[in-house]
Structure formats: structure tokens, C-alpha cells
């Protein structure tokens, strides 16, 4: 993997996504030969009002894209609870509503899994989605995504990373949640990892 990162052609991004956490993970993720730009310190928040993770992360490589000039990478990640028909889906971020924490999303999740009575494991089967899109200024684009299966944990464990990985134990994993895990051991076997990843080695071929 290493070899493979030497040997890149430099590749310059404008990153469309201004949260902190997500930044560092991405950067961490995709490694040595892509430069991630910082996106305008100007440019308003976009709307995400797109039906599905794709069309989300596409109209912030968009509005990224053309407001720089520049080839624009954005992602989109999505939180599907089968108990729950697949919610909070595309709204993961603002499931507890708008401008709340992690800890609210996270919340609500655990209330509405009690509402439901999905108390055991298998009744609390989840999967991280991500969705990675790269745009350019001629309008071409690269896709790719990223999943992974779980289980929603009875509580939160876990001081590290962020969203609703306090309460999510993957399938690949030894039974911890990913915010009980590392950096490296989340990124090995997580939905972004898999996503930038798959991006990283599109960009190699693109």
C-alpha cells in the first residue's frame, strides 16, 4: 500500500465537508498523493435536500466544484436500522433534529429501538453506508461507496470518534463499538475507509 501511495500521480481535492472530525478521518484514510484542499471559507452551507446519499454528496462536490474551479471531493454517509424500515437513512446527521449533537441523534436512535421492543442483537441489525463522489470542472464524475454490518449496542461505550459510533459494533470487528476502537482499527474496516479507499484506488486508474 505504501508502494502504491509513492507511486501516484499528485492528485489536488477541494474537500466539500467543513466537519472537523470527518476531515481528519478522510485525510488519515487516503494517505500520501492526494491533497485535500480546504473548501472556501466563504462558501454558505449547502442544503442536502437529495432523496439519497448520492445526491447529497453530489450537490456538494457541485456547489465546491464550481465555486473553486477545482476538482471537488464530497461524501455522504447514511445510518440504515432495519428495526426502525432503514431510518435514520439519509438523515443520520439530523435525525434528533436540526443543530443537535451527536449525543442527541444518538439518543433518539436507542429511544425509538426501545419504542419498537428491538432489544435483542438481532433485532438491532444496522449497516453504515458511504457514498464518495469526486466532481470536476468539466462536469465528469467518480463514484464510489462503502458499507458495513452491524449491530446496534443497549448503550453507548466508547470515548473515541464521533456520530453514532458509540452505539455501532461492526460484524468485522471483536465485539467493540467503533468508538471503542482506535483510529487505524476503525478505518480498516469501516464504511468510509472501504469508500475513500475505493476512491483513492479510481483516482490511481482515473
Do not use: W
Not at 421492543?117 to 457514498?131: D, S
Amino acid at each position: 500500500m505504501a508502494d502504491d501511495a509513492a507511486q501516484r500521480t499528485p492528485v489536488e481535492l477541494v474537500l466539500a465537508s467543513a466537519n472537523p472530525d470527518k476531515v481528519r478521518e478522510i485525510a488519515a484514510i487516503l494517505g500520501a498523493g492526494i491533497t485535500l484542499l480546504a473548501r472556501p471559507a466563504d462558501l454558505g452551507e449547502v442544503v442536502e435536500d437529495g432523496d439519497t446519499l448520492e445526491a447529497n454528496a453530489r450537490l456538494k462536490a457541485v456547489a465546491v466544484c464550481e465555486a473553486t474551479g477545482r476538482a471537488a471531493v464530497a461524501d455522504d454517509t447514511g445510518f440504515e436500522i432495519d428495526a426502525l424500515d432503514g431510518a435514520p437513512g439519509v438523515f443520520a446527521a439530523r435525525y434528533a433534529g436540526e443543530d443537535v449533537t451527536y449525543e442527541d441523534n444518538v439518543a433518539k436512535v436507542l429511544s425509538e429501538l426501545e419504542r419498537v421492543g428491538a432489544i435483542e442483537p438481532a433485532q438491532r441489525r444496522a449497516r453504515f453506508r458511504t457514498v464518495a463522489l469526486v466532481r470536476y470542472p468539466d462536469g465528469s464524475e467518480l463514484v464510489v461507496d462503502g458499507s458495513v454490518e452491524g449491530t446496534v449496542a443497549p448503550a453507548p461505550s466508547g470515548s473515541g470518534r464521533f456520530g453514532y459510533d458509540p452505539i455501532f459494533v461492526p460484524d468485522d470487528g471483536d465485539g467493540r463499538t467503533f468508538a471503542a476502537m482506535t483510529a487505524d482499527e476503525k478505518h480498516a474496516i469501516s464504511h468510509r475507509g472501504r469508500a475513500f479507499r475505493a476512491l483513492a484506488a479510481a483516482l490511481d486508474a482515473h
